[in-house]
């Protein structure tokens, strides 16, 4: 333990490994291993919007913070031509999610979507999910006086879900936005300043309940699944007591 103020030293490191690689072709994994490894530019590239700095401070007070850090953050942006209400901001996977339901109360044809042919990871343990399809959107954050729009691509999912969609890592990048899980709040940088997009306290607490009770519901269901799978059927014999 150091002493108060005292720099720690440094024993070793240890790290969660957050889930598989997408199981993509060997030559784009290639591909992905060159970009990642590539010596570093002696001139470096500027972002667009980078310039804007984005702060939290107590110009961004809530009326009250319930146990910060304790609730999602569920924004609403616009995707495509409609106003989702509920939209998780989870940034935890690189992959930005769309509910079949969703696309369909959007009026978006399956005939949409694109075929899409790998698995991914993180919904039960253990087990891969598959996409209907990808399709790419666009999602405006902000208001007529400050606003951004940006395209992403969706994966879409045919199960039950308690969000309209989910935005990921990739979102994060495309907007370069910032969140706030003491405010809920989201910062994105706009061609008129900084565009701040508010959670609801309310909100979190109610979609949390909502998103544990059917997680609850799909694992208990998986698990009969297995057991029954597991498990020979065997009736009683009337002739036998019992």
Known sequence: MPAEGEFPDVDRCLVIISGLEDECPRKLQKVRLREVCAATSSIPSKLKWASTPII???DNPSASIP???SYPLV???I???MRLSKVLMDGGSSLNILYMDTMEAMGIPRACLREFLFPFYGILPGMKAYPVGNIDLPVTFGSKANFRTETLTFQVVDWKGVYHAILERPAYAKFMAVPN???LKLKLPGPNGVITMSGSFKQAYVSSREYFD???TAANSAELGQLRATTPECRPDPGKPS
């Open 181 to 183: 899980y003491t405010y």
């Open 56 to 58: 939290f401070d107590q």
């Open 79 to 81: 995707v495509s031509k």
């Open 214 to 216: 059917l997680a609850t």
């Open 75 to 77: 924004v609403d942006p």
């Open 67 to 69: 146990r910060p850090g």
